[in-house]
């Protein structure tokens, strides 16, 4: 596991998602394709959540309290639960981008983790490794789906007009 390269990653991801981000009007931020969809809100929410209490938390699980419950997280109930859609899209980007420096901060911070040290998981072993990799894959699912809102609320915002002309998405 190259360490440095992994927090760079996530510095990297961290400006991309604020780029894809920032300056959205209210509108389009809470808007969803489709009930079942999350809103660009939703997403960041998520990201802010994810970041405190699934993987940087299983990530110290793993390292450091392995012998201990895993702690429990529920991601999709949290969406309505904590009323994701209504909260201030820009106090949660903050939020967002303040708890991924801590977390920057802590990674760094980290001498020689043991990267194989695994816990039991339903589907087979989890390791340090496996987590730090998954926290960095999680940020680009997450980043396809924001570009995938924006390209949805650009074909919804220009019609009748059509972005057909700009190729197969």
Do not use: C
């Not at 079942?36 to 960041?44: K, M, N, R």
């Not at 904590?82 to 001498?111: C, G, H, I, K």
């Amino acid at each position: 596991m190259n360490l440095p390269s992994i927090i760079t990653q996530l510095t990297r991801q961290a400006e991309a998602i604020r780029t894809l981000v920032h300056g959205v009007p209210d509108e389009q931020a809470r808007w969803k394709p489709s009930p079942d969809d999350w809103s660009i809100l939703e997403v960041i929410h998520h990201l802010y959540d994810e970041e405190i209490e699934d993987f940087r938390a299983h990530l110290v699980h793993i390292l450091y309290h392995a012998d201990q419950p895993w702690p429990r997280i529920d991601p999709g109930g949290w969406v309505t639960e904590r009323r994701y859609n209504e909260q201030d899209p820009a106090t949660v980007l903050a939020r967002f981008l303040a708890t991924r420096q801590e977390s920057l901060a802590w990674l760094s911070s980290l001498d020689a983790p043991n990267w194989h040290a695994a816990i039991a998981m339903p589907w087979g072993s989890l390791t340090a490794g496996d987590m730090l990799a998954s926290w960095a894959a999680h940020d680009l699912l997450h980043l396809r789906q924001l570009v995938e809102l924006h390209y949805a609320w650009t074909q919804r915002s220009v019609a009748p007009h059509s972005v057909e002309y700009a190729g197969e998405w």
